[in-house]
């Protein structure tokens, strides 16, 4: 299982927002480039950056920082606010090694599955957010202030029948929380869909939570809060990738 670290970018800067909430902000005294090269030189080989003007906005004011990532050897997946192809092309010609796909895709999923083809479903991640009703996984939108009355299971059946492979799954509730993530909505995901490419994000707090997760089959985890507040360390990680 791969260990991602998140950056999440707000006017330049290095934040988290809790639950993704832009009034829960907590700001990083870090400069982005430098915390990306610290990253690498642990060992880890790709990064998760979030453009979260671009989510807000739409305006994607921190493109330069996502090509510096890419310019110290990381490879970058990279979204926020990506809802048309032209934003889509700009952000993988910047440097991206693969845009991350949130809210249009469930909206506009055959738009998306067009973006597949054009570009390769192979440079697209589906950035599916969920909140559990009633047990069933149903997928947000918006920076999760809306819901779309879709489920996740819904949503995976086209994209994957239309050739899309790689998913981030993040179970809102949890987000920014520390909370633990939600092992099971994962290891159902991975159950259902074995040839997919999961990436677990949200409620990351700990080094268990690592093999945990990897036990669950996914192909990835995502660390944002946690890492940046020490409560898991790029020690810890590289001791698990070794362990691995």
Known sequence: MEVIPAIDL?????????????????????????????????????????????????????????????????????????????RLEALLAAGAERAVIGSVAVEKPAEVIDWCDAVGADRIVLAIDVRLE??????????????????????????LAAGALDVLCTDIALDGTLEGPNVGLYAECVQRYPEARFIASGGVSKAADLPALAATGVA?????KALLDGRLTLAEIEQFLRDA
């Open 10 to 86: 707000l006017n330049g800067g290095v934040v988290r927002l809790f639950k993704g909430d832009f009034d829960q902000v907590t700001r990083y005294d870090e400069d982005p480039v430098n915390l990306a090269r610290r990253y690498l030189d642990a060992g880890l080989t790709r990064l998760h950056a979030v453009d979260l003007d671009g989510a807000k906005t739409g305006d994607p004011i921190n493109q330069g920082l996502i090509g510096a990532f890419a310019a110290t050897g990381l490879r970058v997946q990279a979204g926020g606010g990506i809802r048309d192809r032209e």
């Open 134 to 159: 009633d047990g069933e996984p149903m997928a947000q939108t918006h920076g999760w202030t809306r819901g779309s009355g879709v489920t996740l299971w819904s949503l995976l059946d086209r994209f």
């Open 220 to 224: 990835g985890v995502v660390s944002g």
